[in-house]
């Protein structure tokens, strides 16, 4: 994480052009703490969890 935050910094761009969006708790507190913008992803474009094998069977079963 902090390597994602040190890139951000080191990459010649003013840090007030710089967004950090995520949906993981712990980069807004280390982007606020290196004075960058945080956003929080929107669920819309989040992927979803995938299945377990045993939720997957009933969803199938579910089906028939």
């Given amino acids: 994480m902090m390597r994602f935050i040190l890139s951000a910094l080191k990459s010649g761009y003013?840090?007030?052009n710089i967004v950090v969006?995520?949906?993981d708790n712990n980069y807004?507190?280390?982007a606020k703490e290196n004075?960058?913008?945080h956003r929080k992803m929107p669920?819309?474009?989040l992927?979803?969890?995938?299945l377990s094998e045993e939720?997957?069977?009933i969803f199938y079963?579910?089906?028939?």
Wanted: charged letters at 40%.
């Fill in 35 to 37: 004075g960058l913008v």
């Fill in 55 to 57: 939720e997957k069977e």
């Fill in 47 to 50: 992927i979803k969890e995938e």
């Fill in 14 to 16: 003013d840090i007030q």
């Fill in 43 to 45: 669920e819309t474009y």
């Fill in 28 to 30: 807004p507190l280390k």
């Fill in 21 to 23: 969006i995520s949906s």
């Fill in 61 to 64: 079963l579910q089906k028939l």
